[in-house]
């Protein structure tokens, strides 16, 4: 059957019937905030290449946990920056280091779901996410300071240690640290297909990175997509839970690819560059920005993703209620 027996506009006709064949919806459940944390300040610092971005200080966790759950939020993944950066980043595993304090004051203050970025790119003074040595970021050295900080974060109540530094065997020495230290019930989202991408730039304003150079040597490059898959295979293998793919939106592909091949839940991060391009254009006029969010963010969805780690997730959780 086709024309004029066949006629799509039918299911077209209105708002309800478009949303009685709808394939893909995103809730409130499904969104990841990121929190940005800083040791350096006393009140709420914005993030000038992000609009609407906050950087918080070590305070106020009831008033920042209770907005967000208002909203319908109910996971975050926080960030930290420390007062002192070094060459071996120590501050990253510090009891009372600062994405330390700040999960358990989330924890101790809300219902969130906390997940906990891993990495030392904000701890180290030249920015790198790891140990160098001899001007190369020593893989089997910055795993075992990993698993110290994957320890530290558990202890402070993390309920998911989220590792972005793009180690190999990363996924395992955490896994193993966690394990030995009692924390088997902590789970592990697994940054598996992170890309070197320009769309990270704002984080880094954010972080206030001190980072010059590259992170070739360990992020994956644009145009591969079978090596993905063969990261995402490894971190399953490793004892992953959630596994990752960063960025969202120029990496589609890749989430619909890893959607047909992995049964693992599947996460997408939009990044702090696809956030900033949406809002400019909305700042501009040129586009609306609350629709192209939500079409982002469903868009995503349609891609495979289960979650979507988000800095719109508190404006798109008010839009959906
Ligand atoms: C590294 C990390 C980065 C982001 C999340 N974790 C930056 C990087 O790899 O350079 C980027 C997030 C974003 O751009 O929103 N710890």
């Not at 501050?91 to 969130?112: E, M, T, Y």
Request: with cysteine; net charge negative.
């Amino acid at each position: 059957m086709k024309y004029p027996e066949v006629r799509m506009r039918r299911l077209r006709k209105s708002k309800n019937i478009e949303d009685l064949v709808a394939e893909t919806t995103v809730t409130s459940s499904d969104l990841i905030l990121p929190l940005f944390f800083d040791e350096n300040i006393s009140v709420d610092r914005p993030v000038s290449s992000m609009p609407g971005v906050v950087n918080h200080p070590l305070s106020g966790y009831e008033q920042v946990g209770n907005a967000i759950e208002e909203s319908g939020v109910k996971s975050v993944m926080v960030f930290g920056t420390p007062k002192r950066k070094d060459i071996c980043g120590t501050q990253a595993s510090a009891p009372d280091g600062v994405s330390q304090r700040a999960i358990q004051g989330l924890k101790d203050n809300s219902h969130l779901v906390v997940i906990a970025d891993l990495c030392m790119c904000e701890y180290t003074d030249h920015g790198h996410c790891g140990i160098v040595r001899n001007g190369v970021v020593d893989n089997d050295k910055t795993l075992l300071q990993y698993g110290k900080i994957a320890v530290s974060q558990a202890e402070a109540g993390a309920d998911i240690i989220a590792p972005s530094g793009m180690m190999d065997g990363q996924v395992s020495a955490i896994r193993m640290a966690l394990d030995d230290a009692n924390f088997s019930d902590v789970s592990i989202m697994a940054y598996s297909a992170k890309y070197c991408s320009s769309f990270y730039g704002p984080f880094r304003d954010a972080v206030d990175s001190s980072f010059k150079g590259s992170r070739s040597t360990y992020q994956m490059q644009c145009g591969n997509s079978r090596e993905a898959m063969r990261e995402i295979a490894l971190d399953i293998d490793e004892g992953a839970d959630i596994i990752m793919v960063k960025p969202a939106l120029p990496y589609m592909d890749i989430i619909r690819e890893a959607r047909n091949r992995f049964d693992n839940p599947i996460a997408a991060y939009q990044v702090s560059g696809e956030y900033a391009m949406i809002q400019a254009a909305a700042a501009n006029g040129w586009i609306d920005g609350n629709r192209a969010m939500m079409e982002s963010l469903v868009s995503i969805k349609r891609a495979g993703a289960d979650m979507i780690i988000t800095y719109f997730a508190e404006n798109a959780a008010r839009v959906l209620r």
